[in-house]
């Protein structure tokens, strides 16, 4: 089945981890504006809260739903693809090398396939980026693991892989390996009920 007409989270709620994200990037003061990779772009709500911020926003997603749902808010500068983030050759096709400030993934290696296929996938993603730029991620997606069925065009979740699950060790020793430099932050969000999230920058020395 083409991928082109499937949905996901084009209609959801915003995480509060992204929402937490994105709130620290459109808050972060910029000398020049960044190039942003967003790795599951869901509902959008990164690319139009940051829609004047930023040099180049790519958004990639599995699901064509979230796709058109980017692709029609017309934003210049973004550009949307249909790509899944463990196809290591697809990616290295499709981004340039030394060109990306910021990448968000909430959920880093909360779908990967095999540990292989996530640690080439973090290579990408270091080599992506340019000097001094960043990978943004939640503590609470690194808690998090599932797994996606498609039923009749919807992904569906179900059981995660606990090898999935991402303890803070594990990424200091993915850093340390990588030659980035780790902070932790925490972010705030909502109004009424207030609700904290741990975030992870990982910087390319």
């Given at each position: ?130 000097r001094g730029g960043s990978i943004l991620t ?68």
């Amino acid at each position: 089945m083409s991928l082109k007409n499937t949905s996901y989270w084009e209609n959801k709620d915003v995480t509060s981890e992204e929402k937490a994200i994105f709130k620290y990037l459109k808050k972060k003061k910029f000398l020049k504006k960044p190039n942003v990779l967003h790795v599951g772009i869901g509902n959008s709500h990164g690319l139009i809260n940051l829609k004047n911020k930023f040099n180049s926003f790519i958004g990639l997603t599995i699901a064509g739903l979230e796709k058109n749902k980017a692709d029609k808010l017309n934003i210049d500068s973004n550009n949307n693809y249909l790509i899944d983030k463990h196809d290591a050759d697809a990616m290295a096709s499709l981004i340039r090398s030394d060109s990306i400030d910021y990448i968000i993934d909430i959920n880093l290696k909360s779908f990967s396939p095999s540990n292989d296929l996530f640690e080439l996938m973090i290579k990408n993603y270091v080599n992506f980026l340019k000097r001094g730029g960043s990978i943004l991620t939640s503590d609470s997606g690194m808690k998090w693991t599932t797994s996606l069925s498609l039923k009749e065009g919807v992904f569906e979740q179900g059981q995660g892989n606990n090898s999935n699950l991402l303890s803070k060790d594990e990424l200091y020793t993915i850093a340390y390996n990588n030659n980035l430099k780790v902070e932790t932050f925490t972010f705030s969000i909502g109004l009424i009920k207030r609700k904290k999230e741990i975030l992870y920058k990982l910087t390319k020395s």
